[in-house]
Structure formats: structure tokens, C-alpha cells
């Protein structure tokens, strides 16, 4: 599986952005999708994620009522709008897909990543 992130940019704070993380290649073998952020000099930290099938959805307390995560089973696209934006999310954004079924919020159980796409919130 191949993933591609995308979106990313300079926003204002109480901005919005979409980022989106195209899947390509043996997409079928994954059956969550995940973002996760790394801010300079802190460890990467789950965002969001949403299963392929029923779409079900997580979110870390911090982006709860801010972010939407979605999917789109046929072009094989997962997307999260994020609103309300704070300095606080300024971060690397790491789109990841997860073989297993059962979702997680631990970066170690997503076995396929991105390349990131950077987000800066300005003050």
C-alpha cells in the first residue's frame, strides 16, 4: 500500500485546512486509516482514525468537535478537515494504514505511512 499526503499549509489560527492521504496499491489488504502529527522535538501522536467499511471514527481528545475525518472507498481517499485551528496543531500530518482490523491509536500498529504533509498555524 502506498499512501500519498497532501493539503498541507500556512493558516491562520481559527483557519481551516483538508489535508488528504491518497491509497494506492494493494489498498484491499488495509482495513484502517489513521492521521497522526509530529510537532518539532515531540514524539508523532494520533489524530484520527476511520475503518474502510463501516467508517467508523476516533479522535484524540485535543481535535474532538475540530477535525472530521472521512473516507471515499472508490477513489480510495481518506480526508481530514480540520477547523478551528490552534498554533497547537502545528505539526508534520502522517496519513497510515493499519492490515489489521481492529483500529489503534498507536503508531506502532500502522504498517504502511506517508510521506507527511506540514501544517503551520499562525498565532
Known amino acids: 500500500v502506498q499512501l500519498q499526503a497532501s493539503g498541507g499549509g500556512l493558516v491562520q489560527a481559527g483557519g481551516s485546512l483538508r489535508l488528504s492521504c491518497a491509497a494506492s496499491?494493494?489498498?484491499?489488504?488495509?482495513?484502517?486509516m489513521g492521521w497522526f502529527r509530529q510537532a518539532p522535538g515531540k514524539e508523532r501522536e494520533f489524530v484520527a482514525h476511520?475503518?474502510?467499511?463501516?467508517?467508523?471514527?476516533n479522535y484524540a481528545d485535543s481535535v474532538k468537535g475540530r477535525f472530521t475525518i472521512s473516507r471515499d472507498n472508490v477513489k480510495n481517499m481518506v480526508y481530514l478537515q480540520m477547523n478551528s485551528l490552534k498554533p497547537e496543531d502545528t505539526a508534520v500530518y502522517y496519513c497510515?494504514?493499519?492490515?489489521?482490523?481492529?483500529?489503534?491509536?498507536?503508531?506502532?500498529?500502522?504498517?504502511?505511512w506517508g510521506q507527511g504533509t506540514l501544517v503551520t498555524v499562525s498565532s
Open positions: 476511520i475503518t474502510w467499511s463501516a467508517g467508523s471514527t
Open positions: 497510515a494504514a493499519r492490515r489489521v482490523y481492529y483500529s489503534s491509536t498507536y503508531s506502532l500498529d500502522y504498517d504502511y
Open positions: 496499491g494493494r489498498t484491499f489488504s488495509s482495513h484502517v
